[in-house]
């Protein structure tokens, strides 16, 4: 096997270098944030796939209120986010809550037996 090959890097590329424009800018800043912050986007894409509507009590949410509205995962495990929501169900704080202190109970409930 011969290593004498030399690999020197074909040159410098020419053409036009067209600086991106603002908006490319902005395009490609959006991608990098949703790859490098999956996770801090589950709830915008659980309220977009679910609506802003409780699962539990059916209350509706509008942009005004919609910090109201939580997601809570299905199976309690937060850092398991489905892109198709089977995780997700959107919950009003006070149905999460209560949803929440259900399961502490059930588990000491059913540990206790
Ligand atoms: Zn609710
Ligand atoms: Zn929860």
């Known amino acids: 096997m011969s290593l004498g090959g030399s690999y020197k890097r074909g040159g410098k590329k020419r053409g ?9 800018i902005a395009k490609r800043l959006k991608q990098l944030k949703a790859l ?19 699962a539990k009590c059916a209350r509706e949410f ?8 939580t997601v809570h995962h299905k199976d ?19 149905c999460h809550e209560d949803e929440h202190s259900r399961e502490r109970l059930a588990d000491y409930l059913s540990g206790d037996d």
Not at 16 to 24: D, F, N, Q, S
Not at 36 to 54: F, K, Q, T, V
Not at 62 to 69: C, P, Q, T
């Open 36 to 54: 490098a912050a999956p996770r801090s986007n589950y709830r915008e894409l659980s309220l977009a796939l679910h609506g802003m509507i409780c």
């Open 62 to 69: 509008s942009e005004k209120d919609r910090h109201l509205l």
């Open 76 to 94: 309690g495990n937060d850092s398991h986010n489905p892109a198709d929501g089977s995780n997700w169900e959107n919950l009003c704080v006070y």
């Open 16 to 24: 036009p270098v067209t600086p991106p424009t603002p908006e490319e």
